[in-house]
């Protein structure tokens, strides 16, 4: 079971025999608002915000992790993810690609909301369709196939799947003072006990 639950209640995703509420996973609210808030910024920005887009890292092994790019963020004139990437059309694209590699190489597990996949351009509308016609768009087949990619190297890469869940599996690397929006990190695939205190 997952929890869609916002709080910085503890322990939503830790067995009840060891005190926690029981569910496999929690939406990780914090990683979605501090990376969308941070890729919405224009890029020149961005390198007096690098806090955004490092904090969850802090709190990440805390639960088991989901990271949520859902409904939630495509409606109630919020815009699309592609909106709300900052620059003209082709920044706006190279943008939503690295959001989506940033996601998939993040530790937690993926939620991405349909649409996202080839780069939706509008606000999702419950009582409409998506604009499938978009795929035929070479930039959107190539977020779409960027997806596909992502997937198929999340399958075959354990590091980014296996210790999602464990502080081992992740580590920052050092990057050069002046690289300011530059982010290293470290996964490790090999399998860490997971202890509950």
């Known amino acids: 079971m997952i929890a869609e639950e916002s709080t910085a209640w503890p322990a939503v995703s830790r067995p009840v025999h060891h005190g926690g509420l029981g569910f496999g996973m929690k939406w990780n609210m914090g990683w979605m608002n501090d990376t969308l808030r941070y890729y919405g910024r224009p890029h020149f920005y961005r390198q007096w915000h690098g806090d955004d887009i490092r904090f969850s890292a802090v709190y990440a092994f805390h639960e088991n992790f989901v990271l949520p790019l859902s409904h939630d963020e495509v409606v109630y004139g919020k815009g699309s993810l592609f909106g709300r990437q900052p620059g003209d059309e082709w920044q706006k694209f190279a943008g939503l690609r690295n959001l989506y590699g940033y996601m998939w190489t993040h530790p937690g597990k993926k939620l991405l909301f ?64 002046h690289e300011s929006t530059l982010v290293c990190f470290l996964r490790r695939g090999q399998k860490a006990t997971r202890r509950w205190p």
């Open 114 to 177: 349909m649409g996202g996949e080839f780069g939706q351009v509008a606000e999702w509308k419950h009582e409409g369709t998506l604009d499938w016609h978009l795929w035929a768009r070479p930039l959107h087949a190539g977020v779409a196939r960027w997806v596909s990619d992502l997937n198929a190297l999340y399958r075959r890469m354990p590091a980014l799947h296996a210790t999602d869940f464990e502080a081992p599996g992740f580590a920052w690397l050092p990057t050069e003072r």
